[in-house]
């Protein structure tokens, strides 16, 4: 894991969007990985917990009613509905993080992602592709969580998002979970060495711009 000490700048909004059942949390975790300044945001959900996943960690796992009163509360950034269940991002551990200098991911439906652009104008948005429709339906029937009524649900979902790759500032093909990770992270580290995320506490930039 890459040691990156200087957290002065401003950390980055990282959106991950994907299709149900391409890798995108298999993808995630490896990114993470690879550098002690990335994180992961915590998704708010009313789904229930598939297997090993665990309130606080995988998901901030609410009912209806919780869910709802958060959105009243303003304590909400997006929040979208998607397959009939709710999913959010938390306003308060985001801020926090990208204040301390975090490049923080999140890893929300595109909806979500359009409410997280109209908020945050430079956050970097990278859109997961699978290799093909066929591929991405074995990878849901091989979960063996959902039925096949659900899954063909998912399928035509998909389809519905895929179109909406083309807002994002990247798409990545998932054939390989590790050479996904890689140009992810890839990304990352060329959207740092942007000009407007210069760390303006460097001596050269305060001398020269």
């Not at 959105?71 to 929040?79: G, P, R, V, W």
């Not at 801020?95 to 975090?102: P, S």
């Not at 104008?121 to 096949?148: C, M, N, W, Y």
């Amino acid at each position: 894991m890459a040691k990156e000490n200087d957290k002065k700048h401003k950390g980055m909004v990282l959106v991950i969007s994907a299709p149900s059942g391409t890798g995108k949390d298999a993808t995630i975790e490896k990114v993470l990985k690879k550098s002690d300044n990335i994180v992961m945001s915590i998704s708010a959900t009313t789904r229930s917990p598939r297997a090993l996943e665990k309130n606080g960690k995988s998901y901030y796992f609410l009912s209806v009613f919780e869910f709802k009163e958060r959105i009243k509360n303003k304590e909400m950034l997006e929040y979208t509905k998607y397959c009939g269940d709710y999913y959010g991002t938390l306003y308060e551990p985001l801020i926090e993080n990208i204040n301390k200098g975090l490049d923080v991911i999140l890893k929300i439906e595109v909806d979500g992602a359009r409410q997280i652009r109209n908020i945050f104008k430079d956050s970097v948005h990278i859109f997961v592709l699978p290799p093909s429709l066929k591929e991405l339906s074995k990878r849901l029937a091989d979960r063996g969580t959902e039925t096949q009524e659900a899954i063909n649900e998912r399928l035509g979902t998909a389809i519905k998002e895929m179109k909406f790759a083309k807002n994002y500032d990247y798409a990545v093909i998932n054939k390989n979970l590790d050479a996904c990770a890689d140009e992810i992270y890839k990304i990352i580290q060329v959207e740092r060495l942007r000009i407007s995320r210069l760390n303006y506490k460097e001596e050269i930039v305060r001398e020269v711009f």
